[in-house]
């Protein structure tokens, strides 16, 4: 059984955020759970942004791949025990985001506050010497912000 | 007591719903693109906010398919506060309608975090994050312009007085108020403008504008029971013109 497990997630990480072409639903913390019985797999899906219009074709996308990839009666499933934060990113999530050119967001202590949204480390040269532009960016996960060093813009994934 | 709680929902969605068309109405308009674009993410939110609880009334009360609740309802029927349904008018405007109400929905939903209806408290701690966006966006700008220039200064002080009676009937009672508080559901319209008022008094302070005599002032009641402005009607022929030339249109 394990290994049906893993052999979904496997597959799930070929399902892109269409937003960040390179960033798979599973770096994105956006799966749960994977419930495998002998004749169906549930899927436990958590949305990020509740007006992200990504949702629904990151919904499909996950049954679509799951079924080319051999697997009968896929159900996605809404997780409904808890929300999604930014904390769920993975590790290696947030060195692709920094490598296709966005910040990663930072971990929440505490509550969210306005020095974490202001702070961001700038994906093209490192610097930690950047300001804030604006808290919204060209999609609802992204703010804008400026690198005083290699003086760049970039957008970057909001912690939330 | 689920007609005390569908009241509550539909006041709380059809605010979501018209100030998120309003601030669509900014898109490509405001005054630099930051703003054009922090208008227009705000009103996505808003919308999907509005749509997150008409699917609550859909899924937990049997109300009609989320869409049929927003296009199409009779004018009366819509439960918003007459101060979202106002035109976007000037930016000094639209800036402080986004102040006075996002901290009023803000202030709602951290209250509702605890409501003893649970769908309700878990899309409250669902958007507290992206709520906490919207706030201080208003509040950089309402203290950026309340102290940059003379003028700046003048107009943020004009549209706080001309949106205060507005923005208090944001707080209209509904005829379920005892219920709802009796129940754990919500604490209640008094209390939330309590709230309300100490968590915008410190950032009017701030940007060093003046505070009308809130004793002096009639809030503009109405909306809660459907008596709306003359505005209202434009905008939902406007936004429902698509659904009413073919209601299943697909995008």
Redo the contacts between chains.
């Keep these: 059984m394990t290994n049906i497990k893993e052999y979904i997630y496997n597959r799930l990480e070929r399902v892109m955020d269409p937003e960040i072409p390179t960033l798979s639903v599973v770096d994105l913390g956006m799966i749960t759970d994977v419930i495998a019985s002998n004749d169906s797999v549930t899927v436990k899906f958590l949305p990020t942004?509740?007006?992200?219009?990504a949702t629904s074709v990151i919904r499909s996308n996950i049954k679509e791949t799951l079924e080319q990839s051999g697997i009968p009666n896929v159900n996605v499933e809404l997780e409904?025990r808890f929300?999604?934060?930014s904390d769920r990113v993975t590790e290696r999530g947030k060195q692709l985001l920094e490598k296709f050119g966005l910040g990663a967001p930072a971990t929440i202590t505490d509550a969210?506050d306005?020095v974490q949204?202001e702070s961001s480390k700038c994906p093209h040269c490192g610097s930690e010497n950047t300001t804030m532009?604006?808290?919204?960016?060209?999609t609802?996960c992204r703010s804008?912000h400026y690198c005083n060093d290699c003086r760049q813009s970039f957008e970057r994934f909001?912690p939330? | 007591m689920s007609e005390a709680i569908k009241d509550l929902l539909y006041r709380i969605a059809d605010d979501e719903l018209i100030l998120g068309h309003r601030g669509s109405e900014l898109t490509g308009l405001g005054p630099i693109l930051?703003e054009d674009?922090?208008f227009?993410?705000?009103a996505?939110?808003?919308?999907?906010?509005a749509?997150?609880n008409y699917t609550i009334l859909h899924e937990q009360f049997g109300e009609p398919e989320p869409d049929s609740i927003a296009f199409a309802r009779g004018e009366r029927l819509y439960k918003n506060s007459q101060f979202v349904e106002l035109p976007i008018g000037e930016y000094d405007f639209s800036l402080m309608r986004h102040f006075l109400f996002d901290h009023s929905e803000s202030c709602r939903y951290e209250l509702l975090q605890s409501s003893s209806f649970t769908p309700l408290a878990?899309l409250a701690?669902?958007?507290k994050?992206?709520l906490?966006?919207h706030t201080?966006?208003a509040d950089?700008w309402i203290a950026k312009l309340g102290n940059a220039t003379e003028e700046s200064h003048a107009r943020m002080q004009s549209a706080l007085n001309e949106a205060m009676p507005y923005a208090l009937g944001i707080f209209e009672p509904s005829d379920y108020e005892g219920e709802l508080i009796a129940n754990g559901t919500f604490v209640g319209e008094k209390k939330l403008q309590a709230v309300w008022l100490e968590r915008i008094m410190p950032v009017i302070e701030r940007a060093h504008l003046a505070l009308p005599d809130l004793s002096k002032i009639e809030p503009k009641f109405g909306g809660r029971h459907g008596y709306h402005t003359e505005y209202l009607l434009p905008l939902l022929d406007e936004m429902s013109e698509v659904y009413r030339f073919d209601s299943a249109a697909v995008w």
């Design positions: 942004f509740v007006a992200c219009p409904n929300s999604w934060s969210l306005l949204i532009r604006s808290l919204f960016g060209s609802l804008i909001k939330l | 930051e674009i922090a227009s993410s705000i996505q939110d808003q919308i999907g906010h749509l997150a878990a701690k669902k958007i994050g992206e906490k966006y201080l966006h950089l």
